[in-house]
T-cell receptor, first 118, second 113 residues
Framework: GAVVSQHPSRVICKSGTSVKIECRSL??????MFWYRQFPKQSLMLMAT?????????EQGVEKDKFLINHASLTLSTLTVTSAHPEDSSFYIC??????????????FGDGTRLSIL | GQNIDQPTEMTATEGAIVQINCTYQ??????LFWYQQHAGEAPTFLSYNVLDGLEEKGRFSSFLSRSKGYSYLLLKELQMKDSASYLCAVRVSLSGGYNKLIFGAGTRLAVHP
């Protein structure tokens, strides 16, 4: 089945550090990838939609200069949290949509990255 | 605006049946999904409804009424491993052929022996 690999699974770093998270579709092409953030006991909140070869579309309230997204190929999107602060600590999850399958399972999720900023 | 409501928590007994409800008010409705999420893990797909009616997949069934903005997920023969959060998500179509999923806050189900 479709697999999305997300790396790293956990990051602990100091305040002010920039952190890059990778999301790869392993056995399908993903023209669109999605980045979500999830705080404890809350649901997934869409941060941005990443389209291959074009600029990402950010949801209202998400700072595009803070959360840099690059989708340079059909199998890779990256999210960089720039100058991270403790309030950025969260569970970040990516998902990818199969280019050729738009039906009943449009998004395949990665395993998530738990980011902890000290 | 877009709004999805589901109960925060539910408890049930092993072997029993539980129904998790979801109501939504969205524009551009284009399908409803149920996901299971264990703590600290990514969501896994359970079911999809785009037309009214019941979809059955083994121990899990999902129902949709588009006119009422209502769905439920039915879990039968509950097992301890079914203890998890269950997320209701609505796919909405926006201008330019752009789709996105909007998630409810999730229902935490605890299954007891």
């Amino acid at each position: 089945g479709a697999v999305v690999s997300q790396h790293p699974s956990r990051v602990i770093c100091k305040s002010g550090t920039s952190v890059k998270i990778e999301c790869r579709s392993l056995d399908f092409q993903a023209t669109t990838m999605f980045w979500y953030r999830q705080f404890p006991k809350q649901s997934l909140m869409l941060m941005a939609t990443s389209n291959e070869g074009s600029k990402a579309t950010y949801e209202q309230g998400v700072e595009k200069d803070k959360f840099l997204i690059n989708h340079a190929s059909l199998t890779l999107s990256t999210l960089t949290v720039t100058s991270a602060h403790p309030e950025d600590s969260s569970f970040y999850i990516c998902s990818a949509r199969d280019r050729y399958r738009q039906g009943n399972q449009p998004q395949h999720f990665g395993d998530g990255t738990r980011l902890s900023i000290l | 605006g877009q709004n999805i409501d589901q109960p925060t928590e539910m408890t049930a007994t092993e072997g029993a049946i539980v129904q998790i409800n979801c109501t939504y008010q969205t524009s551009g409705f284009n399908g409803l999904f149920w996901y299971q999420q264990h703590a600290g893990e990514a969501p896994t797909f359970l079911s999809y409804n785009v037309l009214d009616g019941l979809e059955e997949k083994g121990r899990f069934s999902s129902f949709l009424s588009r006119s009422k903005g209502y769905s439920y997920l039915l879990l039968k023969e509950l097992q301890m491993k079914d203890s998890a959060s269950y997320l209701c998500a609505v796919r909405v179509s926006l201008s330019g052929g752009y789709n996105k999923l909007i998630f409810g806050a999730g229902t935490r189900l605890a299954v007891h022996p």
